[in-house]
């Protein structure tokens, strides 16, 4: 059965936080490489090395409409100096939504909103 908007739309408004691109990439039943790649030939994202990393950044027509947000960690050293780290961006459901309808205008629309749910429920049952 085919994923209606309100069927996604519903699906993300239950999701209480932003989503990695690995999760994304699952929901769309791809691997987040391919996922990426998919991103990168749609013109969402390039691909750049930073620091011996490769790193992926939002094209310019994709930036300041807080479609991703990163976090900081502050790491304290022994000897007192506090160190900064940004993680992974992660795609806020503002993010989430543009990308569904910008990617569904190339044909590309999530497959696994079932998978999601019978993942969370293994995880549940893990603890029993």
């Known amino acids: 059965m085919p994923i209606t908007d309100e069927k996604y739309i ?4 239950k999701k209480n936080k932003n ?10 039943g791809m691997s987040s ?5 998919v ?14 990393k490769i790193r992926f950044f939002l094209k310019k027509g994709f930036r300041g409409k807080n479609l ?8 304290i050293k022994q000897n007192g100096e506090v160190l900064t ?10 993010g989430i939504m ?3 309808f910008y990617l569904k ?14 993942e969370n429920k293994i995880e549940q049952l893990k603890f029993l």
């Open 10 to 13: 519903e699906f993300i408004e």
């Open 85 to 94: 780290f940004k993680d992974n961006p992660k795609w806020t459901k503002r």
């Open 19 to 28: 989503l990695t691109t690995s999760e994304l990439a699952k929901i769309y």
């Open 39 to 52: 991103l990168q030939e749609t013109n969402v994202i390039y691909k750049k090395k930073c620091n011996g």
């Open 105 to 118: 205008k190339y044909s590309i629309i999530p497959k696994n909103l079932e998978g999601d749910e019978i």
């Open 68 to 75: 991703q947000e990163t976090e900081s960690r502050n790491y």
């Open 33 to 37: 490489i391919k996922f990426n790649m």
């Open 98 to 100: 543009y990308l569904y």
